[in-house]
């Protein structure tokens, strides 16, 4: 029961366009929702995030977009850069009340130069 | 800047053996966890630890993995015996107490396990 789902295996997007990653989310309990990056080889690290309360929020050029009412949310990379090429994670929270994350599984986003 | 950290980084065992996995997670945080990604999904919690007690274990297979922090600070993974799908990156993680989500767990680089 995938609670956390990233439809999108990969993404291929040209440099200096915008690059759209979404999830979509099953459990209505979620209520705290993130974006993690992660290179190969590596642990994922914390972009950015959004509490339900909310439904945008800005980091320089990283906005994640959540819609509660359809359960989905998407991060905006704009101007999109080389280095973003990575796998991006999104993750939810807030159903168990001890802070666990459930993970989609991922979006392997690629730079064109 | 503060780091969790893990060994081995890799780690290659032949089925049925013991294998074993360490994190030192940052000073100061009371909660930690272990996660397994394995090639292709996301990382799913196995057990997370408020100081030295188990406060999820849900999805951690009891038959053949245990995990403790005896003394509410670096924590111990095993896995006995091994098996083929078993192989995956075993992620650590730490956060403060009191911690609200998300934006303050940090993950350590993670071990490689890839059985034989």
């Known amino acids: 029961d995938q609670q956390v789902k990233q439809n999108s295996p990969s993404l291929s997007v040209q440099e200096g366009r915008i690059s759209i990653l979404n999830c979509d989310y099953t459990n209505s309990m979620f209520d705290y929702f993130l974006w993690y990056k992660k290179y190969p080889a590596e642990g994922p690290t914390f972009l950015i995030s959004i509490s339900s309360i909310k439904d945008k929020n800005e980091d320089g050029r990283f906005t994640v977009f959540l819609n509660k009412s359809a359960k989905h949310l998407s991060l905006h990379i704009v101007p999109s850069q080389p280095g973003d090429s990575a796998v991006y994670f999104c993750a939810a929270s807030g159903d168990s009340g001890n802070e666990k994350l459930t993970f989609g599984t991922g979006t392997r986003l690629t730079i064109i130069p | 800047e503060a780091e969790v950290a893990q060994s081995p980084r890799y780690k290659i065992t032949e089925k049925s053996q013991a294998v074993a996995f360490w994190c030192d997670p940052i000073?100061?945080?009371?909660?930690l966890y272990w996660y397994r990604q394995i090639l292709g999904q996301g990382p799913e919690l196995l057990v997370q630890f408020q100081d030295e007690s188990v406060v999820d274990d849900s999805q951690l297979p009891k038959d053949r993995f245990s995990a403790e922090r005896l003394k509410g600070v670096d924590s111990t993974l095993k896995i006995q015996p091994a098996e083929l799908g078993d192989s995956a990156m075993y992620l650590c993680a730490s956060s403060p107490a009191g911690t609200i989500s998300g934006n303050t767990i940090y993950f350590g680089e993670g071990s490689w396990l890839t059985v034989v």
């Open positions: 000073s100061g945080h009371a909660t």
